[in-house]
């Protein structure tokens, strides 16, 4: 069976870092680097990025589209032991998707497991990720896409 793939986008960065001299300062300067590891599934009909274990995701038509990734500060430890996580990205940056695939690493994972398993929500929300997948061209029969502990269509 087909697997679909989800990207680290840090190598991508660590990329356009040696590319741009001037956004090497700035995310060095200041601490920052990415959080976002996102599916990305390229059908005859358009691409799909899902970006989280939740089912949430954007549709795009081609490679050339830009898709936004977040720009985080890296945790702090303060001297009490405590350590503080930003929840927000303090800036996104624009990249081409066809760039994001070419330069970041991936993991394969079975559809099935793109969306995590329990609640009635995250049940429906795999439902409507299997529809955009046919949307975007693909043949669902050629990936592992049953789950016995949901509905799917």
Not at 23 to 30: F, V
């Amino acid at each position: 069976m087909k697997k679909v793939r989800k990207y680290n986008f840090n190598t991508a960065l660590d990329k356009m870092k040696e590319e741009d001299s001037e956004l090497k300062e700035k995310l060095d300067s200041e601490n920052l680097h990415t959080r976002d590891t996102d599916f990305i599934i390229v059908g005859t009909n358009g691409i799909l990025i899902s970006v989280s274990h939740e089912g949430v995701h954007y549709m795009f038509k081609s490679l050339e589209e830009k898709y936004e990734i977040g720009l985080w500060e890296k945790p702090t430890k303060h001297e009490d032991g405590t350590t503080s996580t930003p929840i927000f990205p303090k800036y996104n940056i624009k990249v081409k998707i066809k760039y994001l695939m070419e330069n970041s690493e991936y993991e394969e994972y079975d559809i099935k497991n793109m969306v995590r398993h329990f609640g009635s929500r995250l049940d429906t929300n795999y439902a409507v990720l299997l529809e955009s997948l046919k949307e975007i061209g693909l043949n669902l029969k050629e990936y592992n896409t049953v789950r016995r502990d949901c509905k799917t269509i």
